[in-house]
């Protein structure tokens, strides 16, 4: 591992939840939720790591999301866990660090449901705005058959 | 024919709507327009407002929310206007057509007048299809 990434091996391997070296240049890492603002600022600040995008998934245990830092010096790939509350999902919003976090998030937020904390705007990005509330497309749960039909209001009869 | 008929089959202005597409339509489109096919040889441009469009082409599975900008786009066109479903997706939602996000193909939201099928159909397709729709909009047989 390269020197920068030395420095947040050594400052925050005792704290991580799991700490696997999956290849030469792919790091994953698992933290307590409530480090997450500590860690990414570190690896942002210090180690020089760009954030490439987050990616969330309901493991149906839980709700796990994984911020992808990319340290191009090295082309080491470093993946940051954390495992969230199923049933109230919510963690530190990135946009405290970096505004280009807003977008992802608000997509995590309306498929999965997870609220970030301290998000200067939590609205739909993908879906419409006339979404129902509380239903989330991409949790294991979800049934199609809750959503009300698209787009209401005239058909195409009645635009002929 | 009157005049209106005769001025909307004589030189088409096509206003494409991308609702959602993977852009492999777009391209497709974009290639009819390129010197190989060059189908500014028989007046037919793209234009950049639905307001002087004779024709709407519509690509892709269209979602939620394109599709308040498509029945928009459809009311902001002055009539007559043609609307030309390009593509598998368009035409019907293929694989798309359980997803939570899905609209309906576009006949569901305004009148289709001619449907080009395939992923992505090719410039000659759509060629042809366009060709179809002059002459039946002209009351010739194709």
């Known amino acids: ?160 | 024919m009157g005049i209106t008929l005769n001025a909307l089959t004589r030189s088409l202005s096509v206003f494409h709507l991308a609702a959602s597409p993977c852009n492999n339509c777009d391209i497709e489109i974009l290639d009819c327009l390129t010197p190989k096919y060059d189908l500014e040889r028989f007046g037919i441009q793209l234009i950049g407002s639905i307001r002087h469009a004779d024709a709407l082409l519509v690509t892709g599975s269209v979602n939620r929310k394109a599709a308040e900008r498509l029945k928009l786009l459809y009311e902001q066109a002055p009539k007559p206007c043609v609307v030309i479903a390009i593509g598998g997706c368009a035409c019907s939602g293929i694989m798309f057509r359980d997803n939570y996000n899905f609209a309906g193909p576009v006949d569901r939201l305004v009148p289709v007048d001619i449907y080009i099928p395939g992923c992505p159909p090719k410039p000659e397709a759509m060629i042809a299809g366009v060709a179809k729709l002059i002459a039946k909009v002209r009351g010739e047989k194709a």
């Open chain 1, 1 to 160: 591992m390269s020197m920068p990434l030395t420095g947040f091996a050594d400052r925050f391997k005792t704290r991580a939840l799991a700490w696997e070296e999956k290849r030469a240049r792919r790091l994953y890492v698992e933290i307590r939720p409530s480090d997450l603002l500590e860690t990414a600022n570190y690896l942002y600040k210090d180690c020089g790591c760009r954030f490439v995008i987050a990616t969330a998934t309901d493991i149906v245990t839980a709700i796990t999301v994984l911020y992808h830092f990319a340290h191009d010096a090295s082309g080491v790939m470093v993946n940051i866990r954390v495992t969230l509350d199923r049933d109230k999902p919510a963690v530190e919003s990135l946009t405290q660090l970096f505004v280009g976090a807003e977008w992802i998030e608000r997509e995590m937020w309306e498929l999965l449901g997870i609220t970030f904390i301290h998000h200067p705007g939590l609205k739909h990005l993908l879906l419409p705005d006339d979404w129902p509330n509380g239903v989330h497309p991409l949790r294991q749960d979800f049934r199609q058959d809750e959503l009300p039909p698209p787009c209401p209001g005239r058909g195409a009869e009645e635009n002929r």
